[in-house]
């Protein structure tokens, strides 16, 4: 996948992104860190190898902290937090590009407090759905 370094960066880009799930870990991992448990609760439909894959990969991409913290949590790395922005801001694009055409008017799109409850967060994957 991303093994062609000779290719241009928005190809690199893409193919690190064109996975259904990575640019949900990324999101939420640079929202704050989390632990596997929370990630399987923000995620309920990735399954326990294919979750601990991602993140395996998206730590071989220095994308993901290779080391979890000292409550096992997960981070992003600086490459991380600005991969996270880029898809951030592209998924607000994309979907105002989408109402656009469809002459809606696009909702402002709110991050939860960065100290929600893990219920506030999983409530919160019905809006990102729109975006990711």
């Known amino acids: ?3 062609k370094k000779n290719e241009c960066g928005v190809k690199y880009t893409l193919d690190v992104l064109e996975n259904r799930w990575r640019p949900r870990i990324i999101f939420w991992l640079g929202f ?3 632990t596997i448990e929370e990630l399987h609760q923000l995620l309920p439909d990735l399954t326990d190898v294919a979750l601990n894959k991602e993140i395996t990969s998206l730590q071989n991409l220095r994308i993901i902290n ?3 913290d000292e ?3 997960y981070s ?3 490459d991380g937090n600005d991969l996270r922005n880029m898809v951030v801001a592209t998924s607000v694009w994309g979907r105002q590009q989408i109402d656009d055409s469809a002459n809606q008017v696009s909702a402002q799109i709110v991050e939860p407090e960065k100290d929600a409850s893990m219920a506030e967060l999983i409530k919160y994957n019905e809006e990102l759905d ?3």
């Open 32 to 34: 704050r860190p989390f």
């Open 1 to 3: 996948m991303t093994e």
């Open 130 to 132: 729109k975006y990711m």
């Open 76 to 78: 992003l790395t600086n």
């Open 66 to 68: 290779p080391v979890v």
């Open 71 to 73: 409550e096992h949590k």
